[in-house]
């Protein structure tokens, strides 16, 4: 059973990948509803099964580490796998209506689609360095392939900056994992701990650890690494957008947060944790500043996700030298918050895109009266930024909420501040959008209504935003999960 | 000082290359170049690091023709979205952009 879950969840997306390149627009589309159908219902399955039987080490075809490629299925990847899942899906099918098929090129929207969501689940399940190297390599190419689908100038110049900036920070990554390997002589995660817990820590390695988060910090863009984030984010096409903000920023983050939480105690240092935890919050405050300032209704929701991926990083300093209970407390708001911004961002730059479709224009001033034409849409936007915001009821809240309690527990009261300050900010540049468009504008009467579809899966994504604060207990129970240790390195 | 020790610091170097031709050169296609002189030197790190007894480890090998395969797609990415931004825009660097600096009016 087991068996053919692993096997479904890691062979569709490659095989539809395939398969759509073949298609034109329209029979792509169709390829991937039932594509969308199977891996939501491999990924519930499959996490259906770890929180029941507990985690596993998956050898794909039989195959063991070195040579072959082992994979960690733990109750965090799970769901990791199934939150790719939800917020994949209702992009794809929110792109199927949304994106233009009368352009020739779009039609490899799927194919990059489908590239895309294998490799965010190689990177999930990665239990080796070197295959989330090729895990993130996969999801750039794809991802810098999505935005390029905009065809334009524009597009074309986002698109090159982030390639260059993705491509910079893999090979940041890779020089340290081949410094991981110079010294430690495996590439298993599992193997360098075991390495550590029986020898006391070089001091070369540090080094390398270093490498790869500052490389991987650039793939999440954190402050001041972000520059290539927003025009990226903001050119390409709303469900595109969205996949962006959602999902490809936090897989780099994931890679980085796992090699903290593995080597960080033995390799790191407090000065180099406080440091990320300082850059993290100046993203916080600078992201939010900048979102106030944005004329553009994507670039706005973009400078968002510049804020809230500094939030991602306060990760490092709030478990650093700090007691068991504590850092648990900050792995789950940490966790919580990625879920949580993951769902409502989704929700937020797909409802943009009905927005800015209906208005023909994407300025944030030229919403002025769009409160009266499409309160479906902006409803949504509304309910994502209530998460974002971090107000209860909604996962955003319950994240800050564990956040806010680690830092104070830590004594590290400093964090605290920080949180404080970005939810004010955030309330700022997002009611700032609400005054737009409540705004009445006696010259523009006449507005394009997108279909219902189009209205609802925002809809659902930002109400799975907002429920996520009253299943919080049962998402964080899975990463508790038993974890079998047979097949480790 | 062995021979691959030696691969390792010419490795290093070419890096170091690479990363100052990638940060301060605006041509786009030296900039391409000069992120695939830097992949080179990580892959020359990569087989020239790991030092054994008993001759050379095909581990890092196997994991560099890995890496070539990943540098070629990333390259062929990057020239086909240079070139089709040249044939759009006329120009060969990210330069003289107006509407996505930071902070300021757009």
Redesign the interface.
């Known amino acids: 059973m087991t068996l053919w879950l692993m096997a479904g969840l890691l062979f569709t997306p490659l095989a539809w990948a395939v398969l759509t390149l073949l298609t034109d627009f329209v029979w792509g589309r169709r390829v991937t509803w039932v594509g969308i159908l199977v891996q939501v219902f491999v990924s519930l399955g499959l996490w259906l099964t770890i929180a029941q039987n507990g985690g596993f080490y998956y050898d794909l075809g039989g195959w063991g580490a070195p040579l072959g490629i082992e994979l960690r299925v733990d109750g965090l990847a799970v769901t990791f796998v199934l939150l790719t899942a939800a917020v994949a899906s209702a992009c794809g099918l929110h792109a199927g209506v949304y994106i233009d098929r009368h352009k020739p090129w779009h039609r490899y929207f799927w194919p990059l689609f489908w590239f895309l969501w294998s490799g965010l689940n190689a990177v999930w399940l990665g239990g080796d360095l070197f295959n989330l190297y090729v895990g993130l390599e996969l999801i750039s190419l794809s991802a810098v392939g999505l935005v390029a689908l905009g065809g334009n100038a524009n597009a074309l110049r986002a698109s090159v900056r982030y390639l260059l900036a993705a491509l910079l920070g893999s090979l940041a990554y890779l020089l340290g994992v081949a410094l991981i390997y110079g010294q430690f002589g495996t590439l298993s995660i599992a193997g360098v701990v075991a390495w550590l817990d029986n020898h006391s820590a070089p001091a070369g390695p540090g080094l390398a650890l270093a490498l790869m988060i500052t490389g991987l910090a650039l793939k999440t863009a954190l402050f001041p690494l972000h520059r290539w984030l927003p025009p990226a984010h903001g050119i390409a096409k709303s469900p595109v957008s969205a996949l962006l903000s959602a999902l490809v920023v936090k897989a780099s983050f994931y890679i980085a947060a796992r090699l903290w939480l593995a080597f960080g105690e033995s390799l790191g240092s407090l000065a180099a944790a406080q440091m990320v935890g300082l850059l993290g919050g100046a993203a916080v405050v600078w992201g939010s500043w900048l979102a106030c300032k944005q004329a553009q209704l994507k670039q706005v929701v973009a400078y968002s996700s510049v804020a809230q991926i500094g939030y991602l990083f306060l990760l490092f300093p709030l478990t650093y030298s700090v007691s068991e209970s504590i850092s648990l407390q900050a792995q789950q708001g940490i966790t919580l918050q990625v879920i949580s911004h993951a769902l409502a961002k989704a929700a937020m730059f797909l409802a943009a895109g009905n927005l800015i479709l209906s208005v023909g224009s994407s300025r944030v001033d030229a919403l002025a009266g769009v409160s009266r034409f499409l309160p479906f849409s902006l409803f949504s936007f509304g309910l994502a930024g209530v998460s974002l915001m971090s107000l209860p009821p909604s996962g955003g809240f319950a994240a800050k909420w564990l956040l806010l309690q680690a830092s104070l527990g830590s004594g590290q009261w400093w964090w605290a501040l920080v949180l404080l300050a970005g939810g004010l900010l955030s309330a700022a540049y997002l009611f700032r959008v609400y005054r737009a468009s409540f705004a009445e504008n006696p010259e523009t009467d006449r507005f394009f209504h997108p279909s219902k579809s189009l209205e609802i899966i925002p809809m659902v994504l930002a109400l799975m935003a907002l429920g996520l604060e009253f299943v919080s207990e049962q998402v964080l129970s899975v990463m508790a999960l038993p974890f079998a240790e047979e097949g480790a390195p | 000082m062995t021979l691959s020790l030696l691969y390792?610091m010419a490795g290093a170097a070419l890096?170091g290359i690479?990363?100052f031709g990638?940060l301060r050169l605006s041509h786009?296609l030296r900039?391409l170049l000069a992120?695939n002189i830097?992949?080179s030197g990580?892959f020359l790190?990569?087989v020239g690091?790991?030092?054994h007894q008993s001759g050379p480890?095909p581990?890092?090998q196997?994991?560099v023709l890995?890496?070539i395969v990943?540098a070629i797609?990333?390259t062929a990415?990057?020239v086909v979205?240079?070139r089709?931004?040249y044939h759009?825009?006329g120009m060969t660097s990210?330069e003289g952009?107006s509407?996505?600096r930071?902070?300021g009016?757009?």
């Open positions: 390792a890096c690479g990363l990638l786009l900039r992120f830097m992949g990580v790190i990569m690091l790991p030092q480890d581990v890092p196997a994991l890995t890496g990943v797609a990333a990415l990057a979205l240079i089709r931004y759009q825009s990210l952009e509407g996505s930071e902070g009016p757009l």
